[in-house]
């Protein structure tokens, strides 16, 4: 059985950094593809980053291009997501996930495997 735990979430101020990480235990070979979700009160789940099994393959969304990084350590079974630029509209709840497929996916039901999620708060 595969977990997916992310850590790294908090209160930052405005213009600040994080950087998140989601640990795979159990068989994470098995995800060819990973990425980051989040959600705010009352929105839905929208993709954030997603990154190919090799990290030669990235996307991110529009709202977080040029803030956002995605990367993984396959040694160490773990991805990362660093922010920069952190505005208000960032506060959500920041999931990681991984699929079994090539294709790294935009879409939450691509996704066959998530973690509890961090909250990450932006104060402005």
């Known amino acids: 059985q595969v977990q997916l735990v992310e850590s790294g979430g908090g209160l930052v101020q405005a213009g600040g950094s994080l950087r998140l990480s989601c640990a795979a235990s159990g068989r994470s070979f098995v995800f060819n593809a990973m990425g980051w979700f989040r959600q705010a009160p009352g929105k839905e789940r929208e993709f954030v980053a997603a990154?190919?099994?090799?990290?030669?393959?990235?996307n991110y969304a529009d709202s977080v291009k040029g803030r956002f990084t995605i990367s993984k350590d396959n040694a160490k079974d773990t991805m990362y997501l660093l922010m920069n630029s952190l505005n208000f509209e960032d506060t959500a709840v920041y999931y990681c996930?991984?699929?079994?497929?090539?294709?790294?996916?935009?879409?939450?039901?691509?996704?066959?495997?998530w973690g509890q999620g961090t909250q990450v708060t932006v104060s402005s």
């Open positions: 996930a991984g699929r079994r497929t090539s294709t790294i996916g935009t879409i939450p039901g691509q996704y066959d495997h």
């Open positions: 990154i190919s099994w090799n990290g030669a393959i990235t």
